[in-house]
């Protein structure tokens, strides 16, 4: 199982995450995410992963330099 709910408050897009944080799984986090932050200009960013199971942190952390390289906002992971 894997699922994303993203909604935007108070300024910030929040992005949670439940089940298995794969390579895959990253890629459609990244793709979804960027889409939104290319079409508002959003920079502040928390993505929440207290519901996740098998984190591939190696992924996750390409995810993350990826991130800072291109856009560079204000992102937090929430993490257990």
């Known amino acids: ?3 994303i709910d993203i909604f935007y408050s108070n ?3 929040n ?4 089940g298995i944080i ?4 990253i890629n459609q986090i990244k793709k979804r995410l960027y889409y939104i932050i290319s079409e508002y200009g ?3 960013i928390v ?3 207290k519901n996740t199971i098998n984190v591939d942190k190696e992924a996750l952390s390409e ?4 991130y800072d390289i291109n856009y560079g ?3 937090v992971i929430v993490d257990k």
């Open 47 to 49: 993505i929440d992963i």
């Open 73 to 75: 906002g204000n992102l």
């Open 15 to 18: 992005v949670s995450v439940e």
């Open 63 to 66: 995810f993350l330099d990826d």
């Open 22 to 25: 794969n390579k895959n799984n």
């Open 1 to 3: 199982m894997f699922n």
């Open 11 to 13: 300024n910030t897009l």
């Open 42 to 44: 959003i920079n502040d």
